[in-house]
């Protein structure tokens, strides 16, 4: 069943640049009305005026998603202009160098920046548009992870017949994780994975549908980063196809149709998304009866 999003509402975080901004673009596309919120106020404003063009209502709001007022904040201001909400899209996300040799007092400063972004910021979205989706009869929550732990080669192998540029195969597929400098990214986002699937039991019952978007390399403002942000146009192409990232409008476009799936759609599901891969959703996986019913 598909179902049309026509008048809906949803929230996405960090919607300013990249993933988020591509995601809010295709929502309204679909009729959506949003609220969209960042840390990067001018990028925000220009996204902003760019949704309210297209013809949805929207409300944009500076705001730091791993600190609770500015959720609250946000949250509010969305049931008291659109009365309910019917999908959250937690794609905030940051990255720092992070190693286990760190001194305690740049630990301390990574954690606040990166899980309290990564983490937190799902966390928090989480527990404030919950209780509005269960009072409105249901929604979608969509988390944003990485394919660190859900990619090819990881929990299972992939069929690689349609994947010839998939830089890893599976001879050997893909080690897990993001290498040593990056375990404080990892353990934020690999926490999603648990996140997405224990909410997605506790609130089937509510009609509310939880899964994640485990993300390879897409294109995007953090990854751009890696490379001044704006490389002139001949270094930009060989940087695209050099490594073969991701679209950031396909990824967006898998996210339309997986909440198009409405209420018997899926839930409990970590996607992956891998390089060298078709960006497509998946064919929906069958739910374990433990997923949902208690062992006898």
Not at 17 to 38: E, H, K, M, P, T
Not at 47 to 69: C, K, M
Not at 259 to 277: D, P
């Amino acid at each position: 069943m598909t179902v049309s999003l026509e008048g809906k509402s949803a929230i996405v975080t960090g919607a300013a640049v990249g993933i988020g901004n591509a995601f809010a673009r295709a929502l309204a596309i679909q009729g959506v009305n949003l609220s969209i919120c960042d840390i990067r106020g001018d990028d925000l404003q220009e996204i902003a005026e760019t949704l309210d063009q297209i013809g949805i209502e929207v409300e944009s709001t500076l705001a730091d998603v791993s600190v609770p007022a500015d959720v609250r904040g946000v949250v509010d201001k969305h049931i008291s202009r659109f009365g309910g909400i019917d999908l959250l899209v937690s794609n905030a996300g940051t990255w720092a160098q992070s190693e286990a040799t760190d001194d305690l007092d740049k630990s301390d400063a990574d954690w606040d920046k990166v899980v309290g972004t990564n983490f937190a910021g799902v966390f928090l979205f989480g527990r404030a548009v919950i209780p509005h989706m269960i009072a409105h009869g249901g929604g979608n929550i969509v988390n944003i992870a990485t394919d660190h732990f859900c990619t090819c080669g990881s929990p299972n192998v992939w069929n690689h017949d349609d994947a010839p540029d998939c830089p890893h195969g599976i001879n050997p597929p893909r080690p897990v994780g993001g290498g040593s400098i990056m375990d404080l990214y990892d353990a934020g986002k690999s926490a999603i994975n648990g996140l997405t699937l224990s909410w997605a039991k506790a609130l089937h019952e509510q009609n509310i549908r939880v899964n994640a978007f485990c993300m390879g390399a897409t294109d995007s403002h953090m990854l751009r980063g890696f490379n001044n942000f704006d490389p002139d146009p001949a270094e930009e192409a060989k940087l695209l196809e050099e490594f073969g990232w991701m679209k950031a409008e396909d990824i967006a476009d898998c996210l339309v149709e997986l909440v198009k799936e409405g209420e018997e759609g899926r839930s409990g599901e970590n996607i992956g998304f891998a390089l060298g891969h078709p960006v497509r959703l998946p064919k929906r996986q069958p739910i374990p009866t433990f997923m949902y019913e208690p062992l006898s």
